[in-house]
């Protein structure tokens, strides 16, 4: 069964102090990894596409990577407006765009 | 950028009740989905179409359907409203081809009392 696990659930940083966030996922065959940020009471945000082992893309403090069984999330310096919760989604791979989600983990950057 | 519009941000209805939530997107996609996302459980896929007048089950079903007369426009349908359907749902679209993200909506957060 195909799975996507995000650690930590929750990860409290002070302001500058760099981390990573991990999703590990089980599917056969990877046909793309997305990144997403949720505000509170708000719906997921987009942020990333990744589709193939050594990829990585950049957006401002945050950096994903991509191997053959997981993917992180690196946020360099952060600022309290880092503050979220961060999903990672797979591609279902017996759909036509289905995407299978972890359960997020919660950032809190604290000034 | 792609809009994904919910009709409601929050909504409280009544126990019985029949509720409509609407979706509509703006980007031509051929694929909308409908979630609830409740804490600790994460998102979870109620329904989906692929094209106009096509629905297809997610993994809860149960106790909702839905209708795609255009293909736009993507509603949400509980047919007898219960407190545990108590819930933020979200609408998403996407492109049909292969690895596209979806790109979601603002959320409904439905209370039933």
């Known amino acids: 069964e195909d799975q996507v696990t995000q650690s930590p659930e929750a990860l409290r940083l002070q302001e500058g102090e760099s981390s990573s966030l991990n999703c590990s996922y089980t599917?056969?065959?990877?046909?793309?990894l997305f990144w997403y940020r949720q505000d509170p009471g708000k719906g997921p945000e987009f942020l990333f596409t990744l589709y193939s082992a050594g990829e990585e893309k950049e957006k401002e403090r945050l950096k994903a990577t991509l191997t053959k069984k997981e993917s992180f999330l690196h946020i360099t310096a952060p600022k309290p407006e880092d503050s979220a919760t961060y999903l990672c989604?797979?591609?279902?791979?017996?759909?036509?765009?289905?995407?299978?989600f972890g359960k997020g983990t919660k950032l809190s950057v604290k000034p | 950028d792609v809009k994904v519009t919910q009709s409601s941000r929050y909504l409280v209805k009544r126990t019985g009740e029949k509720v409509f939530l609407e979706c509509v997107q703006d980007?031509?996609?051929?694929?909308m989905f409908w979630y609830r996302q409740d804490p600790g459980l994460g998102l979870r896929l109620i329904y989906f179409s692929y094209d106009v007048k096509m629905k297809e089950k997610g993994d809860i079903p149960e106790g909702y359907s839905v209708s795609r007369e255009k293909k736009e426009r993507f509603s949400l349908i509980l047919e007898s409203a219960s407190t545990n359907q108590t819930s933020m749902y979200l609408c998403?679209?996407?492109?049909?081809?292969?690895?596209?993200?979806?790109?979601f909506g603002d959320g409904t957060r439905l209370s039933i009392l």
């Open positions: 998403a679209s996407s492109l049909i081809r292969t690895a596209q993200p979806q790109h």
């Open positions: 599917v056969s065959g990877l046909r793309g």
């Open positions: 989604a797979v591609v279902d791979g017996g759909s036509q765009g289905n995407l299978i």
């Open positions: 980007m031509d996609h051929e694929n």
